[in-house]
């Protein structure tokens, strides 16, 4: 857009913001950068790009206003006399209805009488040629100057024309026609917004005036309108019907409501001294549905943290919010700001910040590169942990994938609840006021729900063995909003499906995924840091899993994460037939003091193994099974695992059957079947005695 720098001179003082030049450098410090700059006669023309999110800037007031700001200067006072008004008011003259108040908020008018055939003042159009703009007529030109000057659209209605003197603002209606300024007849739509008189539609609202009811050289009486449009009617509207104009261009963007009264008397006071005539007293001034004054508080934390800079101060941050035009309070370490009606685009703090910051200077904040303890090194221990997880399970055969952290609470993780009360986590999720999915407004509170998702997306493409894991952070705490990081955990979650080897190496037939694969996994994983002596498992009821393959894995002191087979109900929601592990590690749970490390010779005799089956109470658990087997301290053990846990359809009820397989060697010699066999007969009659087993 183009805009005049003597004309920008009506509203601050450009020779001590520093001329054309100084100009230029501030509207590039204000996010307004310089295009081009060309000299016409006495004037400068500056040719700025203005974001869309920027309204109030398509105006020399607008423009004025940013540079006032930031050069630390005063907005001139705009003394505008009172033009002497006589005769009928506006209001007998011509009436205004508005039946669609949510697309239309506001409508004013002020009526001019007599006006002549003159055309514009040698100003105005001096100025207007200055920045491209044609010269048309007194009333048009008085319309598009105040355009330029303030910002606010304004059309010229010839009052004669208008059937009744009425002005209807309704929605179009079906088949309606309407030829417009352009000499083009459009085909409405009735989703679009018209000017109407009590016969027909006269104007397509906020785009363009029709031209059955435009000012002509014969035209004696006018009706001047400035309104305030719904930005996505209007744009609906204009791109439906392939229209650009200088209003839609305001009008999609967002005007200020507050503006059309001085709008249309800067314009009366235009028209007047042109082509004469006589203003009629009072406005007209129809109102739709209320506007709210939009509030905000901006906190001296949070204008540190986002700035990276500890010399800011909230005094500082008032005087800049005020120059902007913000009605500002103090409140301790905080400021109560109510935000201008014409900056639509300011609504949350962080927008505040911004606005500080451009007035500050975003070169005054320092550029400086986190501290770190040398090359390659980690500022923070927790991403070692992350990494050397990562390494582990993309060596166990798994693949990283990255999932959205937006899910509804609700539908999404209500069947892990229990999982995310186990790991400290809040009831209540942490929700986004502005969403980008009004379906998923919540913070994700586990890793698995999106883990599984992407998971079954693998599987529905035709993959046969499926390992993924993610690492992440989830947002599962009351925290502190001046400390955002306080809300989130991190977490590292896996889950595998399909066929599946114990190793990437492990030669032979690869068979189906089971629980064990899964707790082998996670025993691995956890296994830099805590000895597998040192990890219990602890049965775990969670809808998200099935019932009695879950289990809580728990090191001394707390609960470092969950592993378990997925539920039949959350399978169904993915479309997954075979069966599914998962498995989720609190990555802030796990000691970052790396396990020591010991090296134990291998020794050079063969072993012998020995296996032992055995009835038990079905509640015993295989954990409880091993601990009493270790505990016995059997010469020579090696190692214990079980073979097999099987409860037949003919046993007793409430007993299984378990076989385990005892491993023994010796470092010094070879040993003997006899001694084993020893050992074995001492761990039978333990077992009978204190776990209640039965053999036979």
Request: glycine share 8%.
């Given at each position: 857009m183009k805009f005049s720098l003597e004309w920008l001179g009506d509203f601050v003082d450009t020779a001590a913001a520093g001329g054309a030049d100084g100009v230029a450098r501030w509207?590039?410090?204000?996010?307004?950068?310089?295009?081009?700059?060309?000299?016409?006669?006495?004037?400068?023309?500056?040719?700025?790009?203005?974001?869309?999110?920027?309204?109030?800037?398509?105006?020399?007031r607008g423009i004025a206003r940013e540079v006032a700001a930031l050069a630390g200067l005063s907005l001139k006072a705009q003394g505008r006399a009172e033009v002497a008004a006589s005769g009928p008011t506006a209001e007998e003259l011509a009436s205004v209805t508005i039946e669609v108040p949510r697309l239309c908020r506001r409508f004013a008018a002020r009526v001019i009488k007599g006006i002549g055939s003159a055309p514009a003042a040698a100003r105005v159009k001096t100025r207007l040629s200055a920045i491209g703009a044609k010269s048309i007529s007194a009333a048009v030109d008085a319309t598009n100057y105040v355009l330029w000057e303030m910002g606010q659209p304004l059309h010229a209605f010839d009052l004669d024309t208008l059937a009744g003197g009425k002005v209807i603002v309704r929605r179009a209606r079906k088949g309606e026609k309407l030829t417009l300024l352009d000499g083009i007849e459009y085909a409405l739509d009735p989703a679009d917004v018209v000017v109407a008189d009590g016969e027909r539609a006269v104007s397509l609202a906020g785009i363009m005036g029709g031209l059955a009811t435009a000012v002509t050289d014969k035209t004696r009486n006018v009706l001047l309108e400035a309104a305030w449009w719904d930005p996505a009617a209007i744009r609906r509207t204009a791109r439906r019907l392939g229209l650009h104009t200088d209003a839609s261009h305001r009008f999609e963007r967002g005007a200020d409501p507050e503006a059309p009264p001085e709008?249309?008397?800067?314009?009366?006071?235009?028209?007047?001294?042109?082509?004469?005539?006589?203003?009629?007293?009072?406005?007209?001034?129809?109102?739709?549905?209320?506007?709210?004054?939009?509030?905000?508080?901006?906190?001296?934390?949070?204008?540190?943290?986002?700035?990276?800079?500890?010399?800011?101060?909230?005094?500082?941050?008032?005087?800049?919010?005020?120059?902007?035009?913000?009605?500002?309070?103090?409140?301790?370490?905080?400021?109560a700001v109510e935000v201008p009606s014409w900056r639509p685009d300011i609504s949350i703090e962080d927008d505040l910040v911004e606005e500080?910051?451009?007035?500050?200077?975003?070169?005054?904040?320092?550029?400086?590169?986190?501290?770190?303890?040398?090359?390659?090194?980690?500022?923070e221990s927790r991403r070692i942990v992350e990494e050397r997880l990562a390494d582990v399970a993309s060596a166990a055969g798994l693949l990283e994938t990255m999932s959205s952290p937006f899910v509804d609470r609700k539908s999404d993780e209500a069947a892990f609840s229990a999982w995310i009360t186990a790991a400290g986590g809040t009831r209540e999720p942490l929700s986004l006021s502005n969403p980008l999915d009004e379906n998923r407004r919540d913070l994700r509170a586990t890793l698995l729900p999106g883990l599984l998702d992407a998971l079954a997306r693998n599987v529905h493409r035709g993959e046969g063995t499926v390992g993924l894991f993610e690492v992440g952070r989830v947002f599962d705490r009351a925290g502190d909003p001046d400390d955002p990081p306080s809300f989130e955990s991190r977490r590292f979650a896996f889950a595998l499906a399909g066929e599946w080897r114990e190793s990437w190496s492990s030669s032979g037939a690869a068979g189906k995924a089971d629980f064990f694969d899964a707790k082998g996994l996670a025993e691995r994983l956890l296994a830099p840091w805590v000895?597998?002596?040192?990890?219990?498992?602890?049965?775990?009821?969670?809808?998200?899993?099935?019932?009695?393959?879950?289990?809580?894995?728990?090191?001394?002191?707390?609960?470092?994460?969950?592993?378990?087979?997925?539920?039949?109900?959350?399978?169904?929601?993915?479309?997954?037939a075979e069966p599914v592990f998962a498995g989720e590690l609190r990555v802030d749970a796990i000691p970052t003091d790396a396990a020591p490390l010991r090296f134990v010779t291998y020794s050079s005799f063969p072993p012998i193994e020995a296996d032992l089956s055995f009835s038990q109470a079905r509640d015993v658990s295989w954990q409880r099974v091993e601990e009493f087997v270790?505990?016995?301290?059997?010469?020579?053990?090696?190692?214990?695992?079980?073979?097999?846990?099987?409860?037949?359809?003919?046993?007793?009820?409430?007993?299984?059957?378990?076989t385990i397989r005892l491993t023994f060697r010796s470092h010094e010699r070879t040993l003997e079947q006899d001694g084993v066999n020893q050992e074995v007969a001492r761990l039978r009659e333990a077992l009978k005695e204190e776990l209640g087993a039965s053999f036979g």
């Amino acid at each position: 857009m183009k805009f005049s720098l003597e004309w920008l001179g009506d509203f601050v003082d450009t020779a001590a913001a520093g001329g054309a030049d100084g100009v230029a450098r501030w509207l590039e410090q204000a996010g307004i950068p310089l295009e081009s700059m060309e000299r016409s006669g006495g004037d400068v023309i500056l040719d700025v790009e203005i974001t869309p999110n920027r309204p109030d800037a398509m105006s020399h007031r607008g423009i004025a206003r940013e540079v006032a700001a930031l050069a630390g200067l005063s907005l001139k006072a705009q003394g505008r006399a009172e033009v002497a008004a006589s005769g009928p008011t506006a209001e007998e003259l011509a009436s205004v209805t508005i039946e669609v108040p949510r697309l239309c908020r506001r409508f004013a008018a002020r009526v001019i009488k007599g006006i002549g055939s003159a055309p514009a003042a040698a100003r105005v159009k001096t100025r207007l040629s200055a920045i491209g703009a044609k010269s048309i007529s007194a009333a048009v030109d008085a319309t598009n100057y105040v355009l330029w000057e303030m910002g606010q659209p304004l059309h010229a209605f010839d009052l004669d024309t208008l059937a009744g003197g009425k002005v209807i603002v309704r929605r179009a209606r079906k088949g309606e026609k309407l030829t417009l300024l352009d000499g083009i007849e459009y085909a409405l739509d009735p989703a679009d917004v018209v000017v109407a008189d009590g016969e027909r539609a006269v104007s397509l609202a906020g785009i363009m005036g029709g031209l059955a009811t435009a000012v002509t050289d014969k035209t004696r009486n006018v009706l001047l309108e400035a309104a305030w449009w719904d930005p996505a009617a209007i744009r609906r509207t204009a791109r439906r019907l392939g229209l650009h104009t200088d209003a839609s261009h305001r009008f999609e963007r967002g005007a200020d409501p507050e503006a059309p009264p001085e709008a249309l008397d800067r314009a009366a006071r235009l028209l007047l001294e042109s082509a004469g005539g006589t203003l009629a007293p009072r406005h007209i001034d129809a109102r739709g549905l209320p506007w709210k004054t939009k509030r905000a508080t901006l906190r001296l934390a949070r204008l540190k943290l986002l700035a990276g800079d500890n010399r800011l101060e909230l005094d500082f941050a008032a005087e800049a919010l005020g120059r902007l035009g913000f009605t500002v309070s103090r409140r301790g370490k905080r400021v109560a700001v109510e935000v201008p009606s014409w900056r639509p685009d300011i609504s949350i703090e962080d927008d505040l910040v911004e606005e500080v910051l451009r007035v500050y200077g975003y070169q005054k904040l320092p550029s400086t590169l986190p501290p770190t303890r040398g090359g390659g090194g980690h500022l923070e221990s927790r991403r070692i942990v992350e990494e050397r997880l990562a390494d582990v399970a993309s060596a166990a055969g798994l693949l990283e994938t990255m999932s959205s952290p937006f899910v509804d609470r609700k539908s999404d993780e209500a069947a892990f609840s229990a999982w995310i009360t186990a790991a400290g986590g809040t009831r209540e999720p942490l929700s986004l006021s502005n969403p980008l999915d009004e379906n998923r407004r919540d913070l994700r509170a586990t890793l698995l729900p999106g883990l599984l998702d992407a998971l079954a997306r693998n599987v529905h493409r035709g993959e046969g063995t499926v390992g993924l894991f993610e690492v992440g952070r989830v947002f599962d705490r009351a925290g502190d909003p001046d400390d955002p990081p306080s809300f989130e955990s991190r977490r590292f979650a896996f889950a595998l499906a399909g066929e599946w080897r114990e190793s990437w190496s492990s030669s032979g037939a690869a068979g189906k995924a089971d629980f064990f694969d899964a707790k082998g996994l996670a025993e691995r994983l956890l296994a830099p840091w805590v000895h597998s002596d040192k990890v219990t498992w602890t049965p775990l009821q969670a809808d998200a899993f099935a019932s009695g393959a879950a289990a809580a894995i728990e090191i001394p002191g707390c609960v470092v994460g969950v592993l378990g087979l997925v539920s039949r109900a959350e399978r169904e929601k993915r479309k997954l037939a075979e069966p599914v592990f998962a498995g989720e590690l609190r990555v802030d749970a796990i000691p970052t003091d790396a396990a020591p490390l010991r090296f134990v010779t291998y020794s050079s005799f063969p072993p012998i193994e020995a296996d032992l089956s055995f009835s038990q109470a079905r509640d015993v658990s295989w954990q409880r099974v091993e601990e009493f087997v270790r505990s016995r301290q059997l010469a020579h053990l090696e190692s214990v695992r079980i073979l097999d846990r099987y409860e037949a359809p003919g046993a007793t009820a409430g007993r299984v059957k378990t076989t385990i397989r005892l491993t023994f060697r010796s470092h010094e010699r070879t040993l003997e079947q006899d001694g084993v066999n020893q050992e074995v007969a001492r761990l039978r009659e333990a077992l009978k005695e204190e776990l209640g087993a039965s053999f036979g």
